[in-house]
């Protein structure tokens, strides 16, 4: 039977979506059935995604960055399958909340010392059995170059591996931001990215991710 990949992710310009695309067609090219789920600020794609992670084998997290950040909707629909329960709960501890979501909480957070609290923690080990994922991430990286992506790409390799697919990398790449030159910018010009070149870049990054994870008979 086909193995099953998830693409999750956020896209407002149309850059990651891009990408999401080439992803998708690679898993595909390669024997992979392969859902993409493209969340909204919508709360029903928070509290009632149409998937559940727990049936596929590969995840892949999607996101252009603001403000140094992915997208608040991805980070929140993996946070809505790592509880178990309405993200909103486990913000309030930061004083957030997620404002489209007009539905009123539970009266009570759950309590730090509830069992049923406590059974959400306990060291995590994940090994070569384990699903996997990857992360990419389209930026500006205006001021740093790459260096940008990454606490953004770190951040959704925490949760996926709460969720618990290992991680196996990030792809990163420029994704338009002004309409500009931006010359005195780290990366010039990225008005047309990400190009062509960028989406071969895809393409091998997961290529070389499904050659890692390809059983191969052991020698006698
Ligand atoms: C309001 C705004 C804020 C942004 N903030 C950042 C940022 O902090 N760091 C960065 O590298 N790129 C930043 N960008 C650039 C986007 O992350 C980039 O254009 C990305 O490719 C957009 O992806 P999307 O088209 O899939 O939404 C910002 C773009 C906008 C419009």
Known sequence: ??????????????????????????????GWECDSFKTRKKAEDILHPPFDVNDYDFL???????????YNEVLNILRRFRLGFDPRIALRNRDE?????????????????????????????LGPDSKKAV?????????FGPVEAEPSAQLLALEV???RFKCLGTF??????????????????????????DLLKAEMFIEEKLEEITDRPALE
Do not use: Q
């Open 161 to 163: 591996e709460h969720l």
């Open 172 to 197: 990163c790449c420029p994704g338009r931001f002004l309409n500009h030159p931006t010359p005195g910018t780290f990366h010039g010009d990225i008005r047309d990215r990400p190009n062509e070149k």
């Open 60 to 70: 892949c997290v999607g996101s252009g960055l603001r403000v140094h950040l992915p």
């Open 1 to 30: 039977m086909a193995k099953k990949c998830l693409i999750i992710y956020s896209s407002y310009t149309g850059n990651t979506e891009k990408v999401a695309l080439r992803i998708k067609s690679t898993f595909e090219r390669n």
């Open 135 to 143: 992360i990419f991430i389209t930026y500006g990286g205006y001021e």
């Open 97 to 125: 909340t997620i404002p489209y979501i007009k539905e009123p909480l539970p009266d009570m957070p759950p309590p730090f010392d509830d069992p049923d609290v406590l059974s959400h923690h306990g060291k995590i080990v």
